[in-house]
């Protein structure tokens, strides 16, 4: 744990060494994509729930059309 601890506090030191733009570059090229399947795989596993309880919007389509 000492080591990736230490190897983490290296790389901070790198990335705050850097100018600011090639600074910039890294974390957008590193963050964006990791965002974006985070936000990706979020969305997925909800939907999955939604489908699961029920309470997905072609669950709820078909229930306000069987009220009617």
């Given at each position: 744990m000492t080591q990736i601890a230490s190897w983490w506090d290296g790389l901070e030191l790198w990335v705050i060494g850097l100018p600011f733009i090639p600074q910039l570059i890294l974390v957008m090229?590193?963050?964006?994509?990791?965002?974006?399947?985070?936000a990706t795989g979020a969305d997925l596993l909800l939907a999955r729930i939604f489908v699961l309880l029920g309470r997905d919007s072609a669950a709820t389509v078909a229930t306000e059309e069987g009220a009617r």
């Open positions: 090229a590193v963050m964006m994509p990791l965002a974006i399947g985070i």
